[in-house]
C-alpha cells in the first residue's frame, strides 16, 4: 500500500472513531447528561426527569458518559448513578427503553 492510501486510512478511521465516540449522544435537559442521538422522549415526569424510547444503554454509551466527564458512582441492578461537578443522575434501564433524572439527594 503506498503512502496515501496509507495516511487516507488513517484519517478515515480517525474521524469514524471520533464519529462513534462523542458523534452519538447529545446532551439532555438532566443537567446535560448525554443521551442516544435516536432516543425518543417517552414521558416527561418533571423538568428533571424523562422517559426515554431506545434500545436501552450498552457499554459503549457508558464509555461516551465518561468521556463527556460522568463517572459512575453507585449502581444496583438496572439503576446506575452518575456524578459530574456536585450533580447526580440516576439512569434506570429497562426492556425498551430507560429514565433519566436528577437523584433526590440534590
Request: glycine share 8%; with cysteine.
Amino acid at each position: 500500500m503506498n503512502k496515501n492510501k496509507k495516511v487516507i486510512l488513517i484519517l478515515f478511521l480517525c474521524v469514524m472513531t471520533v464519529g462513534l465516540l462523542f458523534g452519538t449522544v447529545r446532551p439532555s435537559s438532566v443537567h446535560d447528561f448525554p443521551v442516544p442521538f435516536h432516543a425518543e422522549i417517552k414521558e416527561v415526569h418533571s423538568e428533571n426527569s424523562y422517559t426515554y424510547k431506545h434500545m436501552g444503554i450498552n457499554r459503549l454509551y457508558l464509555f461516551q458518559a465518561r468521556l463527556w466527564g460522568w463517572k459512575k458512582v453507585d449502581g444496583m441492578g438496572s439503576l446506575q448513578v452518575f456524578e459530574k461537578d456536585g450533580k447526580r443522575v440516576d439512569v434506570i434501564t429497562f426492556q425498551d427503553g430507560f429514565d433519566i433524572g436528577a437523584s433526590v439527594d440534590e
